[in-house]
């Protein structure tokens, strides 16, 4: 009877202790960096877990596609959420690098997105470098994705955008009017209104600016869209019409600096030059290195 107890017992250990061995075995495996882990954690928009999580495997992989793309896409999110500028330089780099080696290999499903993501980091670049010389990768990259055959809704507006950085301002206006068919924002119809500004085409550019100041409720948006429409207004010697747009703007913020520019000009136009200098002034007491200002002053002594 003892010694079938003891075996019993003995049984029981063994059992208890397998049991516990498989489960660590289990944990360990589930815990471990894998293809699987990087989908779920991207799946919960977990970036910071995703770009650690492939940062380990490719140091096994160097080469791995599917791992350059996570990281890639992974260290772009994190770019773009940073707070230091730093830490968005960092990540915005190693995007770059990841997906420029994904592409070499990549297969021809996978190339269209690729270079999309790609076009958006150049793009990302640009606006956070000192020295602006990635809008024409963002560019290329972008249209790439397009003749490629990807689509997404925001592509539109990063051509539009990336254009106007480039100076090429009818391809940013058919970019922007592009974006417009896919989603209307008041920030959209600013960006063509600028565009239209620039290539001397003001009635068009009139137009969109008066859809915004009428139906927008973003009162810096309405701002913009007045100190732009007011200097539309004084190339075309409608010093009136000018001077009303930016005694609207002083009406709701009287520090603006734009617009007591702005209406020195008006004043300058009408030879009161005493009422002119007066709005310079005003204007770099509000921003001591508005240049314009400083050249009028300057021009008046």
Known sequence: MPALIFSFLAAAVLFTAGYFIKKKVSEKIHNSPSITMLSDKWKQCDYQAVYDTS???????????????????????????????????????????????????????????????????????????????????????????????????????????????????????????????????????????????????????????????????????????????????IKEKDFEGAQREFEAILAKNENSAEAHYGLGLVYENQGDMVKARAEWRKTLRIQVNHFGALEKIQQYK
Do not use: W
């Open 55 to 233: 940062s380990l495997l490719l140091e096994k992989k160097p080469f791995n596609n599917t791992l350059l793309v996570y990281k890639g896409y992974a260290a772009f999110y994190l770019a773009v959420s940073a707070t230091e500028s730093q830490d968005a330089q960092s990540y915005i780099e190693e995007s770059i690098h990841c997906l420029r080696l994904a592409l070499m290999k990549a297969k021809k499903r996978t190339l269209g997105q690729i270079h999309y993501m790609l076009g958006k980091a150049y793009f990302y670049k640009n606006s956070i470098s000192s020295y602006h010389y990635y809008a024409d990768l963002a560019v290329e990259h972008l249209t790439m994705a397009k003749r490629l055959g990807y689509s997404a809704d925001d592509i539109a507006e990063y051509l539009g955008l990336s254009y106007a950085q480039l100076n090429m301002t009818m391809e940013s206006i058919a970019a922007f009017s592009e974006a417009l068919l896919k989603r209307e924002s008041d920030a959209l119809l600013l960006s063509i209104a600028e565009q239209y500004s620039k290539a001397q085409q003001n009635a068009a550019a009139k137009q969109y600016l008066f859809q915004i100041i009428q139906r927008s409720n973003d009162d810096s948006l309405i701002i913009k869209s007045r100190v732009l429409l007011g200097n539309i207004l």
